[in-house]
């Protein structure tokens, strides 16, 4: 890889960094509007 492959793995590492926080982030987005379903569900059973 002629002294490029230090790059390349970075570029290879910081990619997959960026995946599995885009991973978590939209796993907390699904849980923060599950959780603001369930309020209103539950809002609707009390009327």
Same mark, same amino acid.
């Given at each position: 890889?002629? &002294?490029? &492959?230090?790059?390349?793995?970075?570029?290879? &590492?910081? %990619?997959? @960094?960026?995946? @599995? @926080?885009?991973?978590?982030?939209? %796993?907390? &987005?699904?849980?923060?509007?599950?959780? #603001? @379903?369930?309020?209103?569900?539950?809002?609707?059973? #009390?009327?």
């Amino acid at each position: 890889m002629e &002294g490029h &492959g230090f790059y390349l793995a970075m570029s290879y &590492g910081m %990619a997959a @960094v960026a995946i @599995v @926080v885009e991973l978590v982030a939209l %796993a907390l &987005g699904r849980a923060r509007a599950w959780k #603001q @379903v369930e309020e209103e569900r539950s809002l609707e059973a #009390q009327d």
